[in-house]
């Protein structure tokens, strides 16, 4: 039987098509969980061209709303103005209605232990796509938060999210003064985080989202599995308890900071 705390959920980051890449029936599940259920589900790109085609694929899910953008791989790294003119492209013949962010994009010290000059551009890049197409961008940031919070310091005018957060209360609050959003994903239920739960447990309720970032980063008890859209109840379980809240307070607040967040893509 399905929980039914799953009917309105929000979940703000979630990669779709690699879930159906792996299991052909944990993509007719994702489908039938995703019309019957969710209130709303962003899917999120990291490469230029996959933008039309999770468009054309999935934009049969009522519930499903779309972010264009580029991970900071090395082929992206290496070519930013070029990877940087297709997402464009994609982003100009995408349903305006169907378009809620840039993203997701920023700084990967495991993929790039050298910081490349390039990986800074390929930023730069999209957070002034984000300014020009006035959408929200989402930001992901893994051992590089000095950097991070640069960059973005100097875009002002952008709003966004820090994705999948993983860092402390000292980043914590220099991102929030920065105005942005944080997200937490199935990590914060994992016994080594202790500094997920610290921060989750002081951001301000108006700049909290929740999101699983499947198929990667399964909750506990389902950490090493492939991870889908329902497995985040026990995020959303986590963070309540954390909170000294309740799941279904929890679960209106991410809903409207989603719908604050991306105000293009409010769903009908």
Known sequence: MKDCFLQGLTDTHAHLMMLSEIDDEK???????AESEFGFILDIGTDPPDLGMRIEKLKHLSNVRFAGGIWPHKEAVEAPLKKVAVLESQLNAAPRELLAAIGECGYDRRENPSAPAG???????????????????????RDAPHETIETLSRFPDVRGVIHCFSYGTDELKQFLSLDYFISF??????KNAANLREAVAIVPSERL???????????TPFRGKTCRPEMIVETYKTAAALRNT????????????AKTLFPQA???
């Not at 994903?185 to 994992?190: E, F, K, P, R, V």
């Open 209 to 219: 989202l929740l999101e699983t970032d499947c198929p990667f980063l399964a909750p």
């Open 185 to 190: 994903a199935g990590n914060l239920t994992y």
């Open 119 to 141: 990986e800074t551009e390929l930023l730069e890049c999209q957070l002034e796509l984000a300014r020009r197409f006035k959408l929200p961008i989402i930001i992901h940031s």
């Open 266 to 268: 409010i769903l009908s």
């Open 246 to 257: 309740n799941r279904e307070e929890l679960k209106i607040i991410v809903a409207e900071n």
């Open 27 to 33: 993509a007719a599940c994702l489908s039938e969980l």
